[in-house]
């Protein structure tokens, strides 16, 4: 079965390589810390979890564009810790999704689980951390999925006890090559939000400039505060928020919907004191199309992507990481 898998995933470096949507040149890891000193020491692997407690809000699209945008010079472990499993779809496509779930083969259920069970296993098994991380692209850098299986939350209603620590122990314990870990969220508040939280050092909230648009900060700065309560010496901030689907779709930028919730959106992140990124991700079609593994006509979804990448890397690399 493994050697299955590793002739699938040998396909699916080979499909990504030639329609790469990420192939803008990367900035130099020089020029930028040239450019921007950084506060702290280097201090290895850092940890994001893409959150936002309002769905579809581009915290799938964002994560999984960020994975494949950074591995083209980094080693990126993309973490998928929705039941939805999109980004796993996304980053594996249709067929390579179809095979891991026929296969059985481990998924972050069986991370949660803490061990491999017998089937693919003749007995119960540890987990080997090669096997749950499936290479999913190498150019450059590399991108590692973890991926997951619509029955996850099935699996973890089924358990009496969810151990909420159980994915950080696993990064913790193996991964000393990985740069940078993504992790994209579902947006409803679950065990699976405090197991993000327990594994990040940082969080990044994508926000659509709509209606409603920062009907989710309230919550997720309560479970911030609750999460940073419970556990006084983790270290969780708020890397920033991004405006995602900006300009709409007829090129009128938004218009006054846009404007209203944009004066939302200010207003509640310097009540939070959170930073806004300055670049704002446009509206385009080519974004579901990538994400679908269609890369023929990616629109302006790359260009209007890739300097948001610029940015989150930057204000990473201010704080000591990705340099
Ligand atoms: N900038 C964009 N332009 C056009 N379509 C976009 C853009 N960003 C996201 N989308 C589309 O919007 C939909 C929702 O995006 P996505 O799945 O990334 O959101 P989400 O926050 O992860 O959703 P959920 O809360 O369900 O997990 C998808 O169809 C995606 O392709
Ligand atoms: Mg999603």
Redesign the pocket.
């Known amino acids: 079965m493994r050697r299955h898998n590793k002739n699938h995933m040998c396909a699916l470096e080979r499909r990504e390589t030639q329609g790469d949507p990420m192939s803008a040149p990367t900035e130099t890891t020089a020029a930028m810390t040239a450019a921007t000193p950084p506060k702290t020491e280097p201090s290895g692997r850092v940890a994001v979890s ?1 959150i ?1 407690m ?11 564009m960020l994975g494949r945008q950074l591995a083209r010079s980094h080693k990126v472990l993309a973490i998928d810790l ?1 039941p ?1 499993a ?2 796993s779809q996304a980053l594996m496509g249709e067929a390579g999704y179809r095979a891991f779930m026929d296969d059985e083969s481990p998924s972050v259920v069986e991370v949660f689980k803490g061990y491999q069970p017998p089937g693919s296993a003749a007995s119960p098994a540890p987990l080997d951390p090669a096997t749950v991380a499936r290479t999913v692209r190498r150019v450059g850098g590399e991108l590692r999925l973890i991926p997951s299986r619509f029955d996850f939350s099935d699996n973890l209603c089924e358990a009496t006890r969810t151990d909420d620590q159980a994915l950080a122990r696993f990064i913790a314990d193996g991964f000393d090559d990985i740069d940078i870990v993504l992790i ?4 409803t508040e679950s065990v699976l939000t405090r197991a993000a939280y327990h594994t990040s050092r940082y969080v990044l909230v ?1 926000v ?1 400039p709509e209606f409603f648009a920062t009907i989710g900060f309230p919550l997720l700065h309560r479970s911030l505060e609750g999460f940073r309560n419970q556990n006084p010496g983790h270290k969780l901030d708020v890397l920033g928020i991004v405006i ?3 300009g709409y ?1 007829g090129g009128n930028d938004g218009g006054p919907e846009k404007e209203r919730a944009m004066g939302e959106i200010e207003r509640e992140a310097a009540a939070h004191d959170w930073r806004i990124f300055s670049h704002q ?8 199309k990538m ?1 679908r593994g269609d890369y023929s006509w990616p629109g302006n ?1 790359r260009t ?2 890739y300097p948001f990448g610029k940015q989150f890397r930057r204000a990473l690399s201010e704080e000591g990481y990705l340099l």
């Open positions: 893409v936002n309002k769905g579809g809000v581009g915290k799938t699209t964002i994560a999984t929705d939805q999109n980004m994209d969220c579902a947006p994508p659509r995602n689907n900006a779709d991700i446009s509206y385009s079609r080519g974004f579901p994400m979804a209007s992507f």
